[in-house]
């Protein structure tokens, strides 16, 4: 089975400043990546997602990660930020064999201060 | 704005109630999918329906009862719920298939009393 570790359960940010998410990832099998976004009060929406090909992915918002196969990493970062990307962040995995199972990491909170 | 679209919004029902959860996407999208968010917690998968037939379930109680009436309609019948089954349930569709993102819709807050 996978699983997914994001390392920090916070992160405070000044506004405009750069941040980084952390991600890794655990599976026998090899697997696609996403990010997903959640703001107060309503479902995820995709930010951007890694199946094959250029480790380095761009998405909305600004937002892109890389994909680390010899770290069983997916880092998502943003070089500078906004006050409207506070929301909470889930990086999640699909394992490519058996059941398609989405599982997500336990969230990062993004605060944006001004 | 979203593309899948759930209703009601907000749900309050005691232990002994039936009430229904309804989820609709006009997407084409040939799987879909129900998730529990309890607070500050990730979305927890519960059911798969893949081309309107069940696919996955995930040792759910029997007090939820899903049904995939068509590809475009996801229900979620609940009977004799317990507080702690109080969350944000979620909606989600895609293609199908390991590379098709999940597309979810904003939720079913459920508060049982």
């Known amino acids: 089975a996978q699983s997914v570790t994001q390392l920090d359960s916070q992160v405070p940010v000044f506004e405009e400043a750069p941040v980084e998410l952390r991600c890794n990832y655990s599976?026998?099998?090899?697997?696609?990546l996403f990010w997903y976004v959640q703001y107060p009060n309503q479902g995820l929406q995709l930010l951007l997602k890694?199946?094959?090909?250029?480790?380095l992915v761009k998405g909305i918002n600004g937002f892109e990660a890389e994909f680390n196969k010899s770290q069983t990493s997916f880092h998502l970062r943003k070089p500078s930020v906004h006050i409207s990307d506070t929301a909470e962040y889930f990086c999640a995995v699909m394992q490519i064999q058996g059941a398609q199972k989405l599982v997500f990491g336990q969230g990062t909170r993004l605060t944006i201060n001004p | 704005d979203t593309e899948v679209t759930q209703t009601p919004k907000h749900l309050v029902m005691g232990m002994t109630n039936k009430k229904s959860l309804k989820c609709e996407q006009h997407m084409g999208h040939r799987a879909m999918y129900w998730y529990k968010q309890k607070a500050k917690k990730p979305p927890e998968l519960m059911f798969v329906?893949?081309?309107?037939?069940?696919?996955i379930n995930e040792s759910v109680p029997s007090r939820f009862s899903p049904e995939c009436p068509n590809s475009s309609l996801l229900n979620l019948h609940l009977h004799a719920l317990q507080p702690e089954d109080s969350a944000l349930y979620l909606c989600a569709s895609s293609q199908g298939g390991y590379s098709s993102p999940l597309h979810f819709g904003n939720g079913t807050r459920l508060t049982v009393t």
């Open positions: 599976s026998s099998v090899s697997v696609y």
């Open positions: 329906y893949s081309y309107e037939k069940l696919s």
């Open positions: 890694y199946l094959s090909g250029s480790t």
